[in-house]
């Protein structure tokens, strides 16, 4: 009896171990960097898959603005021209969507990062901006 529940003590303790360490089914390790408290939510998250075509959404704190920076898997890095992002100024949220006339037309397979530069919305952009880094994982 004493060797049955210290093997079940042994299988309950290696598997809370294991839970612990594992990556969820998106991609985002349980020790990924927390965003700073202006960046409110990325999507793509840190370590996602998404598809070809998928838009990068960034919602800042509803007082900041910014611009975002994409770094292709095995191209330049730009950022995103005005005239291609999408702005919802009073929620601080920005977004940007390859497609047709847009700096990329569909993301390649592999890892792009992505930056956003962000700063209050009542003042002018900054030399050095505030900026938050984070990858995903494009799909095939």
Same mark, same amino acid.
């Given at each position: 009896? @004493?060797?049955?529940?210290?093997?079940?003590? *042994?299988?309950? =303790? @290696?598997? +809370? +171990?294991?839970?612990?360490? $594992?990556?969820?089914?998106?991609? #985002? *390790?349980?020790? $990924?960097? %927390? $965003?700073?408290? $202006? &960046?409110?939510?990325? #999507?793509?998250?840190?370590?996602?898959?998404?598809?070809?075509?998928? =838009? +990068?959404? !960034?919602?800042?704190?509803?007082?900041?603005?910014?611009? %975002? @920076?994409?770094?292709?898997?095995?191209?330049? *890095?730009?950022?995103?021209?005005?005239?291609?992002?999408?702005? &919802?100024?009073? %929620? /601080?949220? %920005?977004?940007?969507?390859?497609?047709?006339?847009?700096? @990329?037309?569909?993301?390649?397979? /592999?890892?792009?990062? !992505?930056? &956003?530069?962000?700063?209050?919305?009542?003042?002018?952009?900054?030399?050095?901006? *505030?900026?938050?880094?984070?990858?995903?994982?494009?799909?095939?």
């Amino acid at each position: 009896m @004493l060797t049955v529940v210290l093997m079940l003590g *042994a299988v309950v =303790t @290696l598997a +809370i +171990i294991g839970l612990s360490r $594992a990556e969820t089914d998106t991609g #985002i *390790a349980r020790d $990924a960097p %927390l $965003a700073p408290s $202006a &960046v409110e939510a990325v #999507i793509p998250g840190p370590g996602e898959l998404s598809g070809r075509q998928d =838009t +990068i959404t !960034v919602d800042l704190r509803d007082d900041f603005t910014g611009v %975002l @920076l994409v770094q292709p898997p095995d191209g330049p *890095a730009f950022e995103v021209p005005e005239d291609q992002m999408d702005r &919802v100024v009073p %929620l /601080g949220r %920005l977004s940007w969507r390859p497609g047709e006339n847009q700096e @990329l037309e569909r993301y390649q397979a /592999g890892n792009y990062k !992505v930056t &956003v530069l962000y700063w209050p919305q009542a003042k002018p952009r900054p030399e050095t901006p *505030a900026g938050y880094t984070w990858t995903f994982r494009a799909a095939l």
